[in-house]
């Protein structure tokens, strides 16, 4: 072959080349396009289920602190049905006892000993605890009040007196008990 034979192959052949891959170019071009269009699309709609996921989610726990706080606010508002249907018999009894008219003071005695279980009773069922040290006891601050001090043999801060008895409801003072206490040597 002459080179003039062998330039024109090339150039003859460079077209041919520049056209398949020109061709070529578009088609993957398009496919591309298609593609990126595609992902794009699916992008999309894995957005929308996403955000709608949360939407659901943000208005399910919305909704479930809204039936805690209406169910606290019940529960503070009845928590005290309980013990007050505990005290409807004392309620009932004190007042049988003073609808008696010539009651003798026996009868009054015996009714208001038939009370006061009641009472103990209700408050046993609702947790209320008697606080009712006895002397010699140590003095507990935590469920005692000192009162007074008074000296004696005894060693140093030792319940000698309860004047009042105190009470527990659940573990927690209620109200403590009055206490006279032993003074410090």
């Known amino acids: 072959m002459?080179?003039?034979?062998?330039?024109?192959?090339t150039q003859g052949s460079a077209p041919q080349g520049?056209?398949?891959?020109?061709?070529?170019?578009?088609?993957s071009g398009a496919d591309a396009a298609s593609d990126?269009?595609?992902?794009?699309?699916e992008l999309e709609a894995k957005h929308a289920e996403v955000s709608?996921?949360?939407?659901?989610?943000?208005?399910?726990?919305?909704?479930?602190?809204?039936?805690?706080?209406?169910?606290?606010?019940?529960a503070r508002k009845f928590a005290i049905e309980s013990f007050a249907d505990s005290l409807l018999p004392v309620k009932d009894s004190l007042e049988a006892a003073i609808a008696?008219?010539?009651?003798?003071?026996?009868?009054l005695?015996?009714?208001?000993?038939?009370?006061?279980?009641?009472l103990s009773a209700a408050l046993d069922r609702n947790k209320v605890i008697e606080i009712n040290p006895s002397a010699g006891t140590k003095f507990d601050p935590h469920q005692h009040q000192a009162?007074?001090?008074?000296?004696?043999?005894?060693?140093?801060?030792?319940?000698?007196?309860?004047?009042?008895?105190?009470?527990?409801?659940?573990?927690?003072?209620?109200?403590?008990?009055?206490?006279?206490?032993t003074a410090a040597k």
């Open 100 to 107: 008696i008219q010539a009651a003798t003071p026996e009868q």
């Open 18 to 27: 520049a056209e398949a891959s020109t061709q070529s170019t578009p088609a």
């Open 109 to 118: 005695l015996e009714g208001v000993h038939a009370t006061l279980r009641q």
């Open 147 to 181: 009162i007074s001090v008074v000296p004696a043999d005894q060693e140093p801060n030792t319940v000698v007196a309860v004047l009042q008895k105190g009470y527990l409801i659940a573990d927690r003072v209620l109200r403590p008990a009055l206490v006279t206490v």
């Open 52 to 74: 709608d996921a949360y939407l659901r989610a943000k208005a399910d726990a919305e909704n479930t602190r809204r039936r805690a706080e209406e169910e606290m606010s019940k």
């Open 36 to 41: 990126v269009q595609q992902k794009l699309n």
């Open 2 to 9: 002459t080179t003039e034979q062998n330039t024109q192959d």
